[in-house]
């Protein structure tokens, strides 16, 4: 307390409910972004389409039939499946290089004669080659795949914007409904304190 001061300061208890705890967690999630000036947390609906990238948000039944036709599951089983065969194809490569890294140490230290050193080499340029061709075809692969990902994401809308306006919709449904609770019950304690008025009048 500082000096000289003789007020006291009083502890007001909050009102604890959905609305309240949905600013908090706001104003938690905004005090940690300061630190990184690159994220920002959007505050109205006009904010989040336009950190979306999009003027007009796509209707809930649109961005639903998109993502349901775009089969988010499937898709994902797909990209396992993908995923193990990359790991397959690693090891592979890994046994290739082992495979060329054991010729070419060979090679280098292959003290015979130079007849000997080409045949060395002739049989040393063909792993060489064979290495290059598998690894230009896995890119190629690669790349067709990422590419048919690629188009298939663009196609579908944002689904962030509706995430957001949905929560933003139920957070103020909380709050009404909280509010609406608190006035029944208000109104509850008023009927009980009539009621007891009513009785105490109706005695002889």
Not at 12 to 37: I, N, S
Not at 132 to 145: A, G, H, N
Request: glycine share 4%; net charge positive.
């Amino acid at each position: 307390r500082r000096r000289g001061c003789t007020r006291v300061r009083r502890c007001h208890r909050r009102p604890v409910g959905p609305g309240w705890l949905a600013v908090q967690v706001r104003r938690d999630v905004r005090a940690k972004t300061l630190t990184c000036p690159g994220l920002r947390v959007p505050t109205t609906m006009a904010d989040t389409a336009a950190g979306a990238g999009v003027q007009d948000m796509k209707p809930v039944e649109v961005v639903l039939e998109q993502w349901k036709v775009f089969d988010f599951p499937a898709k994902r089983s797909q990209w396992d499946a993908l995923s193990v065969m990359f790991t397959k194809n690693k090891k592979d490569r890994l046994a290739g290089r082992k495979r060329l890294a054991k010729e070419t140490k060979e090679f280098k230290s292959s003290t015979g004669t130079d007849q000997e050193k080409l045949t060395l080499v002739s049989n040393l340029i063909p792993l060489y080659q064979e290495e290059v061709d598998i690894l230009t075809k896995r890119c190629k692969e690669i790349e067709s795949d990422f590419s048919k990902v690629l188009e298939q994401l663009k196609c579908l809308a944002d689904p962030f914007p509706v995430l957001f306006a949905l929560q933003e919709d139920k957070v103020r449904k909380e709050t009404k409904l909280s509010e609406l609770e608190s006035e029944a019950n208000h109104y509850r304690s008023q009927v009980g304190v009539l009621q007891n008025e009513l009785r105490l009048s109706l005695l002889p």
